[in-house]
């Protein structure tokens, strides 16, 4: 968790960053139209939620997503 700065995905500053359950990258977060809002409405994210915390409960920390490849999101 950051305080201030640029998202990583739609390069928008934003008063709250947060990490990406998909991939490794800092998202904004906190309005309704948040990267992290437009994750948590698709249909896989339970799926990504479920991947990172099997990662973690192994002590797998650095466990990049289920998209590590984040080009996709861009394209969007
Ligand atoms: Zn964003």
Redesign the pocket.
């Known amino acids: 968790m950051n305080t201030m700065g640029r ?6 500053q ?1 008063q709250m960053l947060t990490g990406s359950w998909f991939n490794t990258q800092l ?2 977060a906190g309005s309704e139209d ?3 809002e437009r994750e948590r409405s698709r249909l896989d994210f339970k799926r990504a939620r479920e991947a990172e915390e099997a990662a973690c409960a192994q002590g797998n920390y650095n466990y990049p997503g289920i998209e590590a490849d984040y080009r996709r999101w861009v394209n969007e």
């Not at 998202?7 to 928008?12: P, Q, S």
């Open positions: 998202c990583e995905r739609c390069g928008k934003s998202i904004c948040s990267c992290i």
